[in-house]
């Protein structure tokens, strides 16, 4: 009896040291894995061992699970070469929290239900066999319980693989880069890249796939609403998708959830005996996902401007500024949590840059740093042109081509007009003065400006601008524009001897550089000279004001035309003292007749100590409009021969390019001119013909007529010399 109870007791803890060996596998197997990768790389060639490959094994598991070993043990076989080996990989670095991957970047820490630490395998295997069908594979039990995604989680295993085909020669699997686990928050668009490179030069394609539980045909059993291809509740406005060629997976979740996601990516070779894509390997990930129902304080407040940035300051409304030097092209933006480069609008349109005067600056580019996630935590922004102009600038975000403003890495959007100003005080102002508006010989306004040459980037200049206005400065027009950098006067043809005669015109000018409209000269107004011609004898006249310089002082001016000479030309003499007033009498008794005129003329004495132009006697002295009058002259004859054009080339040459017909305009009773087609059909006909504006070639609705003969008659008549005269011939229209 003593020794069947010794023997039953021995048995008892026999089988209590059995069943103790038997559950402490499974002890130490409960190690909460929430996800994981494996990848291999050829390394014969710098090892030196011919077909020897390093495998790499990533496993990511919950701290408060059951500790892992310093090695695990890698599967490696091929069913059609019947082979099969265990490999041993051992930790090359010690265990570290996934806290340094930006684990709790989006959601507080608390929030987090698994705390997720991070265990990194190698080891080396010789494969000297060429098989088609290699698979390294690792699995354990178990996950930890909680997982929503997975019915029953703490009871189900994992299982990764990587494929490997050397049939075609050596090879190394798409290697993962981005980080593998994820806590997100709801309502955060979410662009989550599973980035792999590969070293070999193949293609790569990239797939959701189930995930497994101990086996390469075991998938875990997902709960109900959940699947592979759907493992994420969504909002319609953000389904869950992934990009086949880029591994981006991009969702706005909707639901307080933790799930899982499987990705294999997949390298094809291009057989070029056969002419198809092989595929030669792959590389398998799981990632649990977990989703928190709100983002950290920080992160709902979108993508911000880093205010702690080196030269970031904020001024009086709160907006960052930043000095930028003269002629600078690229501004660069720190944020203070990264953003997504997926949400980066290439072309720039993310963002507007207003000059000081509130033009728009073309921004080239966005340029994010992005790293092996996707995220950036910097753009630099590229400009067209160069910061040129003093002042401030303001950056401001907006939504871009692709609809949407940047994203932070959390999916939260930056605000629309979130405002950087960049100050610019080391830029030469340029220094342009209107410096004269004078009257051309009664004709035309001629307009004058200046330049300080070296405030001038001479390589940045685009054109000179004058503006004129002729209803006393309500609205004005750009009269005139040129590229001719050197050219500093005007004359505007475009305002004729009839019309200075009637109003003022004002001017201003401005130029552009760099693209944009540097800031405006003053405006000048032309003299305008008015006069009561009831008395010739003694003339009142009045002018208006000139303010092209201060304290103008006028001189009134008397011309006489000197009998012989061309109408319209005076021999001038300053008549009375220069006066400060804007009125006069010009007294001239006992008149001989003949032609006379009155003007006004003001000369600039200086430009003042300060300034960097000079005085020039041309361009600083401003003549008004004439007041032109004659005394009773006995009529002169018409002269008899008159001169008639047989040819018109109005090519712009200066030579032939009007039908001007000498001596015509000593007629002034009639002077009709006809101009008939071969046909005889009246092409343009003018009743009381001028010189000052021939006949160019044109019909009667200004346009051009075809190349040809062309038949005219000419009718003159002048009544007091009782003279007559028709012409008749041809001209060639060329």
Request: proline share 6%.
């Amino acid at each position: 009896m003593f020794v069947s109870t010794k023997i039953n007791a021995t048995m008892r803890l026999l089988r209590l040291i059995l069943l103790l060996f038997v559950l402490a596998p499974v002890a130490s197997e409960a190690s909460h894995l929430i996800g994981g990768d494996i990848q291999y790389k050829y390394v014969g060639d710098s090892s030196g061992v011919p077909n020897q490959y390093r495998i790499k094994l990533v496993i990511y598991r919950e701290a408060t699970g059951a500790g892992m070993g310093a090695t695990e043990v890698v599967q490696v076989a091929s069913s059609s070469c019947g082979t099969s080996q265990s490999v041993t990989v051992n930790l090359s670095v010690p265990e570290f929290s996934a806290a340094l991957y930006g684990a709790y970047d989006c959601i507080p820490q608390a929030s987090a239900i698994f705390t997720p630490m991070v265990r990194i395998y190698t080891g080396y295997v010789i494969l000297s066999q060429q098989c088609p069908d290699y698979k390294m594979s690792w699995s354990l039990c178990c996950r930890p319980g909680g997982i929503t995604g997975i019915t029953g989680s703490a009871g189900v295993g994992f299982y990764f693989e990587a494929e490997l085909n050397n049939t075609l020669g050596t090879n190394s699997s798409p290697a993962f880069l981005s980080r593998p686990i994820s806590y997100v928050c709801i309502g955060g668009y979410i662009n989550y890249l599973q980035n792999a490179t590969e070293p070999n030069g193949d293609s790569l394609q990239y797939e959701l796939v189930p995930a497994r539980n101990n086996g390469p045909n075991n998938p875990v059993p997902y709960a109900a609403t959940y699947s592979f291809t759907q493992p994420i509740h969504t909002f319609p406005i953000g389904p869950f998708m992934m990009n086949q060629m880029t591994g981006n997976i991009s969702f706005v979740a909707n639901t307080v959830e933790t799930s899982v996601i499987a990705i294999r990516v997949n390298e094809y070779r291009f057989d070029s005996t056969f002419y198809v894509w092989v595929k030669v390997g792959s590389s398998n990930r799981e990632i649990q996902v977990t989703v928190a129902g709100n983002c950290n304080t920080s992160v709902n407040a979108g993508v911000r401007l880093d205010p702690t940035a080196p030269g970031v300051s904020l001024d009086a409304q709160g907006r960052q500024t930043k000095d930028y030097n003269c002629l600078d092209s690229t501004v660069l933006l720190k944020f203070t949590l990264a953003i997504q480069c997926q949400s980066v609008s290439p072309d720039g349109s993310d963002f507007r840059l207003t000059n000081p005067n509130g033009q728009p600056i073309p921004i080239k580019a966005l340029i994010p740093n992005c790293d092996v996630n996707g995220e950036s935590t910097t753009l630099l922004v590229k400009l067209f042109k160069p910061l040129s102009m003093n002042g401030s600038y303001y950056l401001y975000s907006k939504k871009g081509n692709d609809g949407n403003t940047l994203l932070n890495k959390c999916g939260k959007d930056m605000n629309e007009f979130d405002t950087i100003v960049l100050i610019v005080d080391d830029c030469v102002d340029l220094a342009m003065d209107l410096t004269n508006v004078s009257i051309d010989s009664d004709e035309h306004p001629h307009i004058y400006w200046d330049v300080d040459t070296t405030t001038l980037p001479r390589y940045l200049f685009n054109m000179w601008r004058v503006h004129r206005s002729a209803d006393s400065g309500a609205s004005y027009q750009v009269a005139f524009t040129t590229t001719d950098t050197n050219l500093r006067d005007w004359v505007d043809i475009s305002v004729d001897a009839n019309r200075v005669d009637v109003q003022h015109y004002r001017y201003f000018a401005d130029a552009i550089v760099n693209g944009f409209t540097q800031p405006t000269t003053d405006t000048v107004k032309s003299i305008l000279l008015r006069g009561d011609m009831t008395n010739t004898q003694s003339i009142p006249v009045a002018w208006s004001s000139y303010n092209a310089w201060d304290s103008a002082m006028y001189q009134v001016q008397f011309g006489r035309n000197v009998p012989g000479t061309p109408p319209g030309t005076y021999l001038w003499t300053d008549y009375g003292a220069p006066m400060l007033d804007s009125f006069a009498v010009v007294n001239n008794p006992g008149l001989a007749s003949g032609q006379y005129a009155v003007r006004v003329r003001t000369v600039r004495d200086s430009l003042g100590p300060d300034s960097t132009f000079t005085v020039n006697p041309m361009q600083d002295t401003a003549y008004s409009n004439w007041i032109e009058f004659g005394e009773p002259v006995p009529p002169i004859p018409p002269i008899d021969t008159v001169i008639v054009p047989n040819v018109l080339t109005p090519n712009g040459d200066g030579q032939n390019d009007v039908f001007t017909v000498r001596g015509i305009m000593t007629y002034s009773t009639m002077r009709v001119v006809t101009v008939m087609n071969r046909y005889g059909k009246v092409v343009y006909r003018n009743e009381n013909y001028d010189n000052a504006q021939p006949w160019e070639g044109r019909d009667t609705s200004g346009s051009k007529l075809a190349d040809g003969v062309y038949f005219y008659i000419i009718n003159l008549a002048d009544n007091p010399n009782n003279a007559r005269l028709e012409l008749k011939g041809t001209v060639t229209l060329l």
